[in-house]
């Protein structure tokens, strides 16, 4: 195998983007690559970084080429590790990297960060690329953009379950230290959301109170525990308006699982009734892929349970 016809298959096993140091370490010679350089096969990036001239320029090209100049140690992180995961935060506008303290690399159009503290438990890798956890990416970001951001991001990440309020509440203990930059916002949002001096019991919950919050709809009262005229203990509801007696019950994805849990819905929701209240029953589907629907389904009961009451 030729040189030049090695150089290319190494640029495209690495993602479109080759390094000297990559190819000097399989073998190849400097010259070699000097020479694809020469003639056009390899376009420069970064000192010593080139992508083959057959790769078009991607978002994905300009990060990969930024951490392979940077080095092993180098890592994708805040805007551009928020696309990656796929967050509102995320930007392809921009190129944003973080690196050990001790170094400094200094990279045309790349906004270089520099850590303190950039632990494994802090690395991910997607579709090949090193990129900073979910949970360090929303402590990141905060640094770069405003913290409403951070928060639709959050939710965002909570709602798809790629972390958890828990995961997140422990990532702030652990690494939330006076100074930290960006950190602040998402503690921030996490305070917001201790609804009744606890976290939202649920992603479910987390993306029901931003349907609420933003559609305008009358906050609700969560985990409402109704209790009927002898004390007793009928339900404990997702949310509820206990002054119009309107409940929703939010059905994740192991509702009704079965047949005992089916029986003990039915009979709680029948006790409910009783009691006067109205029952709506929505899915995951329904408050993250249809918020309209479900708000106009509450908005119109409030609506009519008002004029009535």
């Known amino acids: 195998m030729s040189q030049s016809v090695s150089i290319q298959s190494l640029a495209a096993a690495s993602g479109g983007v080759v390094s000297v140091r990559q190819a000097v370490s399989a073998g190849i010679l400097r010259q070699a690559v000097e020479h694809e350089v020469a003639v056009g096969r390899l376009l420069a990036m970064h000192p010593g970084v080139y992508r083959s001239a057959g790769t078009p320029p991607s978002h994905r090209l300009d990060v990969l080429a930024a951490v392979t100049a940077a080095g092993p ?5 805040h ?7 796929g967050l509102p935060a995320g930007s392809v506008d921009v190129v944003e990297i973080t690196v050990p303290h001790h170094l400094r690399p200094r990279l045309r159009g790349v906004d270089v960060h520099r850590s303190l503290r950039l632990p494994d438990s802090h690395r991910r890798r997607i579709d090949g690329l090193p990129v ?3 949970e360090r990416t929303l402590a990141d970001i905060g640094a770069v953009v405003r913290t409403e951001a951070v928060r639709r991001s959050a939710e965002t990440a909570v709602v798809r379950r790629l972390t958890t309020v828990e995961r997140l509440l422990g990532f ?9 930059t960006g950190i602040g916002a998402l503690r921030s949002v996490l305070e917001d959301w201790l609804l009744s001096e606890r976290p939202p019991d649920s992603e479910l919950e987390i993306a029901f109170g931003r349907l609420v919050n933003r559609l305008g709809l009358p906050a609700p009262r969560y985990q409402f525990e109704v209790i009927d005229d002898h004390g007793r203990f009928v339900a404990r509801l997702d949310a509820g ?5 309107l409940a929703v019950e939010i059905d994740g994805f192991s509702a009704h699982g079965s047949p005992s849990s089916m029986q003990r819905d039915l009979t709680r929701q029948n006790r409910l009734v009783a009691l006067g209240w109205t029952v709506l029953r929505f899915t995951w589907h329904d408050v993250v892929r249809r918020p309209d629907h ?5 908005a119109t009961l409030l609506t009519v349970l008002g004029t009535s009451s």
């Open 79 to 85: 805007r551009s590790a928020a696309c990656l995961h």
């Open 172 to 180: 702030v203990d652990d690494n939330g230290q006076r100074g930290r």
């Open 241 to 245: 308006w206990p002054e119009h007696r």
């Open 294 to 298: 479900v708000a106009g389904q509450i």
């Open 73 to 77: 140690a180098a890592v994708v992180s």
């Open 132 to 134: 900073t956890s979910v």
